[in-house]
């Protein structure tokens, strides 16, 4: 079974400052989907960013992007220039076959 | 606003109780995705259905179970309630059944808590 492990509980980053979160999950599949999810205070899980496992090339949206590496099944998100609004949980998600796995989630404090 | 509405937004019962939620997803969507978040379990996937029928299967108890409409929404029925079943139950909708490019977009959730 596809697992994920995320082993930062919390961290903590200054405001305009760069933070990187980390992310391994175990497969034996090739194909498959990476995301990595925000839950803000409000509950709703807010997609961030997503990366199909067939292209090679990493992943931006804007100020985040990821560190994509296949073959040590690492999967981090770097978000740059952070915001207060960057508060959160941030949850890295495997996905294949529509069976979607979630890591525990790192709490994110962005300080003013 | 994904588009995914869920309700209620909060419900609270007491154990033994039977309790139903429900989700309307995006206009257009054909898939439905039921997600528990517990603190203890985390996030887990419970069940997806596409077009009416079951597609997908995760960590769903046999006290709960699933269905989606010809109108589309779907609604979870939870049995026989624990103290445990207490969480956040999300559901989340895609246009397809996976096969393809399959964004899931989730809905606000719905505070289920067990008294």
């Known amino acids: 079974a596809q697992t994920v492990t995320q082993s930062q509980p919390e961290m903590s980053v200054q405001e305009a400052e760069t933070v990187t979160l980390s992310c391994t999950y175990d497969?034996?599949?090739?194909?498959?989907?990476l995301f990595w999810y925000k839950q803000p205070p409000s509950r709703q899980m807010i997609l961030v960013i997503r990366q199909e496992a067939y292209k090679q090339q990493n992943a931006t949206e804007n100020r985040f992007s990821v560190n994509f590496q296949k073959a040590a099944k690492s999967f981090s998100l770097k978000i740059s220039d952070s915001q207060l609004g960057d508060t959160a949980m941030y949850f890295c998600a495997f996905e294949r076959n529509n069976d979607m796995r979630f890591g525990a989630g790192t709490r994110l404090t962005v300080k003013p | 606003d994904s588009g995914v509405t869920q309700t209620p937004k909060h419900l609270i019962t007491a154990t033994g109780q039977r309790v139903t939620l429900r989700c309307s997803p995006r206009s257009g969507d054909l898939s439905v995705y039921w997600y528990q978040q517990s603190l203890d379990q985390g996030l887990q996937f419970l069940i997806q259905y596409y077009n009416g029928e079951e597609r997908a299967k995760g960590n769903i108890l046999e006290r709960f179970s699933a269905q989606q409409f010809p109108d589309l929404h779907s609604e979870l029925n939870l049995s026989s309630l624990e103290l445990g079943d207490s969480a956040l139950y999300f559901c989340?909708?895609?246009?397809?059944?996976?096969?393809?490019?399959?964004?899931?977009?989730f809905g606000p959730g719905t505070r289920l808590t067990v008294l």
């Open positions: 497969t034996s599949e090739n194909n498959y989907y």
């Open positions: 989340a909708s895609s246009v397809s059944g996976g096969e393809v490019d399959n964004e899931q977009f």
